[in-house]
Nanobody, 127 residues
Framework: VQLQASGGGLVQAGGSLRLSCAAS????????KGWFRRAPGKEREFVAA????????YYTDSVKGRFTISRDNAKNTVYLQMNSLKPEDTAVYYC?????????????????????WGQGTLVTVSS
């Protein structure tokens, strides 16, 4: 599976961006998708994840209520709608795919469980 992330850019605090991640995979592939980010000088961290049918979503506490993850399996694309952006959201955002049909019962926040990674897209939020 190849993943291509896009949609990053420069935005002022309080603004919005929508990231997209296009996957090259069979339409019947069962992959959960996740978004992670790495801020300058920090470790990569989990942002959000969605199960393969979209039945379950998961978010890190710092983005709950501001970010929304969604997917369109017909287009093999997952999205991350980011609203009310803050300077601390500045990071390179990566999408990842995990081969699983489970909607729950896995640690979707663990980057070790993801099998495929995209190249990242830079989000910069100015104050």
């Amino acid at each position: 599976v190849q993943l291509q992330a896009s949609g990053g850019g420069l935005v002022q605090a309080g603004g919005s961006l929508r990231l997209s991640c296009a996957a090259s995979e069979r339409p019947d592939s069962a992959t959960a998708k996740g978004w992670f980010r790495r801020a300058p000088g920090k470790e990569r961290e989990f942002v959000a994840a969605i199960s393969w049918r979209g039945a379950r979503t998961y978010y890190t506490d710092s983005v709950k209520g501001r970010f929304t993850i969604s997917r369109d399996n017909a287009k093999n694309t997952v999205y991350l709608q980011m609203n009310s952006l803050k300077p601390e959201d500045t990071a390179v955002y990566y999408c990842a795919a995990m081969k699983t049909r489970l909607d729950y019962g896995l640690d979707f926040q663990s980057d070790r469980l993801y099998d495929f990674w995209g190249q990242g897209t830079l989000v910069t939020v100015s104050s």
